[in-house]
């Protein structure tokens, strides 16, 4: 009976070796099919992440990665052309080094609705590493709450192209304006050397009413003056220069305009113009030329 209850018991103890060597064959391979799945799911993540690395080099627009302090964590080779500044440079760099004074508030207020809202879009003043002052189109996106991924084109030859054209049109527009500015001027010009010559002669005459001397001068002045309205009209519309803006009352922008074109509208096209002004209008933060042209 004990020979054959250990019999029983050696043949259990096989069963159960064969059990687990049976077990840890399929566990092992188990792993290894894990270990295999893993490395092609590894080298796919690697081979995808190279691709990507690729397109983002070799993408025309200019393509940066700051951290949430605005430090620059990856740029390409379009960002290094776009600013002038090399790679090393520019990896130790602050987003706002490159900002012109005039966009770094509008920066601040871009790169904050990114932070909060994970996204913004908009034009910013940029100065390159030469000094010139450049003009970019920046769409920016959240990727995480530390990381932010910028797209960038550099729109400054477009906008020069641009202030040409404006420039043509103007000058187009300021000749054809011409036949009108002159009759404008001539009129109160004639009525300043007729009232002036009568003048003379009432003098010379000896025959001077105060109170029609006083009239014929308020009239001269005041003619003098319309005469100096319009000459600084035509040239603030004239003038080539960069956009200045200031605080600018509208109702004078407005009246000044008029001054430009009125009796063109009233001979070429038989427009009498009415003007409702209201009196109270706030100023208006613009350039006061730019707001003529419109």
Same mark, same amino acid.
């Given at each position: ?7 029983? =018991? /050696? ?16 566990? %092992?391979?188990? %792993? ?13 993540? $690697?081979?995808?992440?190279? =691709? ?6 070799? !993408? ?5 990665? !700051? ?7 990856? %740029?390409?080779?379009? !960002? ?20 012109? #004074? ?38 920016? %996106? ?10 960038? /084109?550099?729109?400054?030859?477009? =906008? ?13 527009? /300021? ?29 010379? !005459?000896?025959?001077?009413? =105060? ?14 003056? $319309? ?19 200031? #605080? ?33 209008? #706030? ?12």
């Amino acid at each position: 009976t004990s020979f054959t209850e250990m019999e029983q =018991k /050696i043949s259990q103890m096989l069963n159960d070796l064969i059990e687990s060597s049976e077990r840890n064959t399929l566990l %092992v391979a188990q %792993v290894q099919t894990e270990l295999s799945e893993r490395k092609q799911t590894e080298e796919a993540l $690697r081979e995808n992440e190279e =691709k990507f690395r690729s397109y983002v080099e070799f !993408a025309p627009q200019g393509v940066f990665v !700051a951290d949430r302090n605005g430090y620059y964590i990856e %740029v390409n080779s379009a !960002a290094c052309k776009i600013t002038g500044y090399s790679k090393e440079e520019l990896l130790l760099m602050n987003l706002m080094e490159l900002i012109a #004074p005039e966009s770094l508030d509008f920066a601040g207020d871009h790169f904050n609705r990114v932070v909060n809202e994970g996204y913004a879009s908009g034009e910013l003043t940029l100065i390159h590493k030469d000094g010139s002052i450049r003009f970019w189109i920046v769409d920016a %996106v959240r990727l995480s709450s530390d990381r932010f991924l910028g797209f960038v /084109i550099d729109i400054t030859e477009r =906008k020069d192209a641009e202030e040409i054209a404006v420039a043509s049109q103007k000058m187009a527009g /300021i000749g054809g304006l011409a036949a009108g500015m002159a009759h404008e001027i001539n009129s109160p010009l004639q009525l300043v050397t007729g009232l002036s010559e009568r003048l003379t002669r009432d003098m010379n !005459a000896d025959r001077i009413d =105060k109170d029609q001397f006083l009239t014929d001068l308020d009239r001269i002045n005041k003619n003098g003056w $319309r005469i100096a309205k319009i000459i600084r009209s035509l040239l603030a519309y004239s003038r080539q220069a960069s956009p200045e803006t200031a #605080p600018q009352q509208l109702n004078d922008i407005i009246s000044g305009t008029l001054l430009l074109i009125e009796h063109q509208l009233k001979s070429w096209s038989n427009i009498s113009i009415e003007k409702e002004l209201a009196a109270d209008l #706030p100023l208006v933060y613009c350039d006061s030329n730019s707001i003529t042209q419109v």
